[in-house]
């Protein structure tokens, strides 16, 4: 009884330490992205779409709406936006995005949990050269020829569209982000996308197995739990 309910409760922390993590992640993003392009969503077409990926992940109403009131007050932290990049354990590549207000505290924490794992943070554009920084939506659907037509006919530069178990996958550069997804929705005004986000998309793949794939893991959760870090991207594949 007492080790199931000391496991169950270790697991409660685990999920309730994820869950402030994504939040504060997300209220980190508005809080900029308000100050920056104005507190209005539907003025501000960035926070608009950053609002609905936060309710997509069950943030909080309250945790969006102080960001935002946090932004209409007009002081605040000025965070800046932050990439890393290097070698992970068992040689995987890896980009972390961060959101800093100070910028020699965060890359001393970053290169403290390299340190740490033995691995080897770079210089910039040292492994950043083999990930594509692309807009990626993610929707039901089996035939793409319409998609593709309608974002055509958007003027969106497709990168790449794909339709795979029901799925279609489109991927376009970050500065079309919302004009693909303007054309999927005028499209079919029910789309419910599974994934829209802009992201890093490794060019090749790492396998990672044993050892190696445990200390990735490490490696990754102890990046995750720094309090700056937004996004961790990698090429890993765990085997």
Known sequence: M???????????????????KVYSRYGREI?????????????NLTLRGLID???????????????IDKAKG????DFQPALYEGIGPGGAMVLISALTDNSNRTFGEIRGVFSKCKAKLGSQGSVSHMFDHRAMFVFAGDDEEPVLEALMEADVDVNDIDSEDGMITVLC?????FKAK??????????????????YLPQTEHPLSGDDAAQFERFAGLLNDLEDVQHIYHNGVFE
């Not at 007009?74 to 932290?77: D, F, P, T």
């Not at 550069?173 to 982000?177: H, I, L, M, N, Q």
């Not at 054309?183 to 986000?197: G, K, S």
């Open 31 to 43: 809080y900029m992205c308000a100050k920056s392009g104005g507190t209005d969503p539907s003025a």
């Open 182 to 199: 303007t054309a999927v929705q005028e499209l079919n005004p029910q789309v419910d996308f599974e994934v829209e986000e802009i992201t």
């Open 74 to 77: 007009g002081v605040g932290e």
């Open 2 to 20: 007492g080790r199931a309910y000391q496991n169950r409760k270790e697991s409660m922390a685990k999920t309730a330490a994820a869950k402030t």
């Open 173 to 177: 550069p970050p500065t079309d982000y």
């Open 53 to 67: 990926r936060a309710k997509k992940d069950q943030v909080p109403g309250h945790v969006i709406d102080k960001a």
